[in-house]
């Protein structure tokens, strides 16, 4: 059985939790991102269940419509959200099997890695997004328009604009491509503007206009997308990637 790996000791001691599975109540059918090592894929699979100390069933990952059969003893991380918690573990595939149904078994984990979302800290980020509007003609024209996120959190982020995006209470749209590992994702989150500052450039004079935005309505496949890319943002900031 492999334990996981422990990229949290380069967290705040008290941000951090080693937590056996089964203290998580994970519950069946909740999506679970499945990041294989080499050959670098990413896949969102369904947990099934558990043979507690042995393994744990998931569904088998699927690409394009087709199932995808990872050998034995092909190495895996483990990523989900639960009890308010970013898990993430390693482990090793056992076997894939197609009948009599389709199941994924991978090797139980020792200990869990478990951060607090709500204590995740805001990370640089420097992305190029795309701001839309959520109704159109609500909040003026001009849209789509493009904006540098400068940083970034679970929760919400800071984005830089050449002039004002709209007003504190007004909702956007956000898209952003982020790179998780070797995998490039596309983050799309509904935003709630909740306030503005004009920043003027020490060096040109000119102004930019720096909007707080929080995330709204997050489905738990971009949580986990989000948490993935924060806490890899973490560790390029420690300088361990």
Same mark, same amino acid.
């Given at each position: 059985?492999?334990?996981?790996?422990?990229?949290?000791?380069?967290?705040?001691?008290?941000?951090?939790?080693?937590?056996?599975?089964?203290?998580?109540?994970?519950?069946?059918?909740?999506?679970?991102?499945?990041?294989?090592?080499?050959?670098?894929?990413?896949?969102?699979?369904? #947990?099934?269940?558990?043979?507690?100390?042995?393994?744990?069933?998931?569904?088998?990952?699927? +690409?394009?419509?087709?199932?995808?059969? *990872?050998?034995?003893?092909?190495?895996?991380?483990?990523?989900?959200?639960?009890?308010?918690?970013?898990?993430?573990?390693?482990?090793? =595939?056992? +076997?894939?099997?197609?009948?009599?149904?389709?199941?994924? #078994?991978?090797? #139980?984990?020792?200990?869990?890695?478990?951060?607090?979302?709500?204590?995740?800290?805001?990370?640089?980020?420097?992305?190029?997004?795309? *701001?839309?509007?959520?109704?159109?003609?609500?909040?003026?024209?001009?849209?789509?328009?493009?904006?540098?996120?400068?940083?970034?959190?679970?929760?919400?982020?800071?984005?830089?604009?050449?002039?004002?995006?709209?007003?504190?209470?007004?909702?956007?749209?956000?898209?952003?491509?982020?790179?998780?590992?070797?995998?490039?994702?596309? *983050?799309?989150?509904?935003?709630? *503007?909740?306030?503005?500052?004009?920043?003027?450039?020490?060096?040109?004079?000119? #102004?930019?206009?720096?909007?707080?935005?929080?995330?709204?309505?997050?489905?738990?496949?971009?949580?986990?997308?989000?948490?993935?890319? =924060?806490?890899?943002?973490?560790? +390029?900031?420690?300088?361990?990637?």
């Amino acid at each position: 059985m492999l334990h996981p790996t422990k990229p949290s000791s380069l967290l705040q001691q008290g941000d951090k939790e080693q937590l056996r599975f089964d203290e998580l109540r994970f519950p069946v059918g909740e999506r679970v991102k499945l990041e294989v090592r080499s050959p670098k894929a990413r896949y969102t699979v369904f #947990y099934v269940g558990h043979f507690r100390e042995r393994s744990l069933l998931l569904s088998v990952p699927q +690409k394009n419509g087709s199932a995808q059969l *990872l050998p034995e003893g092909t190495l895996v991380t483990v990523r989900m959200i639960a009890s308010n918690r970013a898990c993430a573990f390693s482990s090793r =595939v056992q +076997k894939s099997q197609m009948t009599p149904f389709p199941m994924l #078994y991978i090797d #139980y984990p020792g200990l869990v890695e478990a951060v607090m979302v709500r204590k995740a800290p805001r990370v640089s980020s420097r992305l190029i997004v795309s *701001l839309d509007e959520v109704e159109e003609g609500a909040i003026g024209g001009g849209w789509p328009r493009q904006a540098m996120c400068s940083d970034i959190s679970l929760h919400g982020a800071r984005i830089e604009a050449s002039d004002m995006l709209g007003e504190v209470g007004e909702e956007i749209f956000m898209t952003a491509r982020m790179k998780v590992g070797e995998v490039d994702q596309l *983050l799309l989150t509904k935003c709630t *503007l909740r306030n503005l500052e004009d920043l003027e450039d020490p060096y040109t004079g000119d #102004y930019r206009v720096i909007h707080g935005v929080e995330f709204v309505d997050l489905d738990e496949e971009t949580q986990l997308t989000l948490t993935g890319f =924060v806490f890899q943002q973490m560790l +390029k900031e420690k300088g361990v990637l």
